[in-house]
């Protein structure tokens, strides 16, 4: 890079910022020409590596490496570095004495070299201790965010969190190789952000020819020049794909009219077909988009208006993924790459585009009327929310209940539907659901009441759906019969119970004896026709599977 570049580069990388902001670092760029010895490109390179770096990767936990040509060079980076105070760095060289490559030049007389030695002896005790320290560091999620190498830790360094690669000096067929492949280590943590792949930033040209330089070499022979080639991809052939991503993600929603109201784009959502081909087209544009504002050039050569388009349909489709996913009870994981699109979003879309959500307590109905009068959310969304919430909950509590919550989930449904189908008002769709989750709340079925004597046994009543529905299959329609077989099968199993009894093979033959021998006296005693004993074993088995559940303790 030349004076020229540098000053262009200036301009791109500083007009969002204030006049103070850019004095003083113009006043950073001046000092940097006073140190020793500097050449302009190793400026340049610090310069661009430090803005591409804090404006793509710093706060993420991913990682940067830098490959300068000498020992000298990768000091006189980290001083740059330190003057321009955007990212956190460290050395890694061998000893001044140690040649770290063939093509390295002899440097155990350099006194910058030797003197930058004796301080990281002094600092840390020893070469082991150095290296440990600093390496360990990078491998965690704190400082430093970049090292400045040679030819060290190049090759056979596991870094997982070390994701782009800035190459500032000549690598052969067999280092390169190595290098890129420091980079592409997958990256997997909880909270992490997503690694898709890693980075080169080449201020060398060693890529312009990589497919014949990595056909050369002897573990690659059994793959052409062209497979070779393509497992590098340029960042602006990344960045092509961002004008289709994003027209197929607005292509989910052509069919609204009025592209501003939200809510209309949220009920197209409730189709859960179309929310997963959303949430795919959405990852699409988010990942593309991403990596393709880490191109200089796509930035620069890109129309603003179009650029800003881009960033607040980012923005606003995210918002509305968030706002569908507490709608309708999503399970989704999104840590694959939700740190790296908040800050895309932090960086790039001002906050007014970006709505804050706060979850809905849907059994709080002062909260919910508070929404209502602030028109914080529609009728229709705050009972999507209800309904979606209240059937994810019966899902994960059917087996205390099945007969119960089965009922109700379908009550739920066809609820649901009769709204969607335009067969049903806001207000009253709402009224509706708020209804059915006060029923869910409170065990009350008015269609269809347990025997007022099982009112106070919450087991009972979930065991009396079970006995009943197996009667009722055996041709013996008794919902006396099934209330007597409730209330002693909840006796039976409660004076078995104790810790981890339901995993205890002893106690449960002997609540299936008690049961086996209560049935076959009862309705011995009340019926002239036997019961199937299969009918019965159903029964105890229904009953034993809810007991599981609902008396785990």
């Keep these: 890079m030349d004076e020229a570049q540098i000053d262009r580069w200036f301009e791109v990388h500083t007009r969002n910022l204030t006049k103070k902001q850019i004095a003083d670092l113009k006043r950073k760029m001046s000092r940097a020409r006073e140190i020793e010895g500097i050449e302009s490109r190793l400026q340049s ?27 000298r060079a990768a000091i006189q980076l980290k001083k740059l570095f330190d003057t321009f105070d955007v990212v956190s760095t460290e050395v890694i060289i061998s000893p001044p004495e140690m040649r770290e490559s063939d093509d390295e030049v002899d440097e155990s007389d350099d006194d910058l070299v030797r003197a930058f030695w004796r301080k990281m002896i002094a600092r840390y005790g020893s070469e082991e201790d150095y290296n440990r320290t600093i390496v360990e560091g990078f491998k965690g999620p704190g400082d430093p965010e970049i090292i400045i190498v040679v030819s060290k830790l190049l090759t056979g360094f596991d870094a997982p969190r070390n994701t782009v690669l800035y190459i500032a000096r000549h690598l052969q067929e067999h280092g390169l190789l190595q290098a890129i492949a420091r980079v592409n280590r997958v990256f997997d943590e909880d909270g992490s952000p997503e690694k898709p792949f890693g980075y080169i930033i080449d201020y060398n040209g060693v890529l312009k020819d990589l497919g014949q330089a990595l056909a050369s070499y002897d573990a690659l022979q059994s793959f052409t020049e062209e497979d070779i080639a393509q497992t590098v991809v340029s960042i602006r052939m990344e960045a092509n794909k961002v004008p289709d991503a994003h027209a197929a993600l607005l292509d989910i929603f052509k069919s609204i009219s009025n592209t501003f109201d939200p809510e209309a784009y949220a009920r197209l959502l409730a189709d859960e077909e179309i929310r997963n081909d959303f949430y795919v087209r959405l990852s699409s544009f988010s990942q593309t988009f991403t990596v393709a504002l880490a191109s200089p050039s796509f930035v620069e050569t890109t129309k603003p208006e179009l650029l800003n388009r881009w960033k607040q349909d980012l923005g606003r489709f995210t918002a509305l993924r968030a706002a569908v996913s507490l709608r309708y009870a999503e399970r989704v994981d999104w840590k694959t790459y939700e740190n790296r699109i908040r800050q895309l979003l932090d960086k790039h879309v001002v906050a007014k585009d970006v709505v804050t959500l706060v979850e809905l307590n849907i059994f709080d109905d002062v909260a919910i009327e508070t929404r209502r009068a602030d028109k914080a959310e529609t009728d229709a969304s705050i009972a999507d929310t209800i309904a979606h919430r209240l059937t994810r909950s019966i899902e994960e509590k059917w087996d205390e209940d099945p007969i119960f919550f089965e009922k109700f989930s379908k ?143």
């Design 45 to 71: 390179i610090a310069f661009d590596v430090g803005q591409h770096y804090a404006k793509n990767f710093k706060g993420t936990g991913l990682k940067g490496q830098i490959a300068a040509s000498s020992k």
């Design 411 to 553: 009550l739920i449904r066809d609820v649901i539907t009769e709204f969607h189908n335009g067969r049903m008002s806001e207000v009253a769709y709402l009224a509706k659901i708020r209804d059915l989750r006060d029923k869910v709340q409170h065990r009350e079925d008015t269609t269809d009441p347990t025997p007022p004597r099982l009112r106070y046994d919450s087991h009972a009543q979930a065991f009396w759906g079970l006995a009943r529905r197996n009667l009722d299959k055996a041709g013996v329609s008794d919902p006396e019969l099934a209330a007597d077989i409730a209330i002693e099968v909840s006796k039976i199993v409660q004076s078995h119970r104790k810790i981890g009894w339901q995993n205890d093979r002893d106690i449960e033959n002997q609540i299936r004896n008690d049961i086996d021998d209560f049935l076959f006296e009862e309705l011995r005693g009340r019926r002239q026709n036997p019961i199937d004993p299969a009918v019965m074993d159903t029964i105890v088995d229904d009953v034993l599977a809810s007991a599981r559940v609902r008396l785990a303790q």
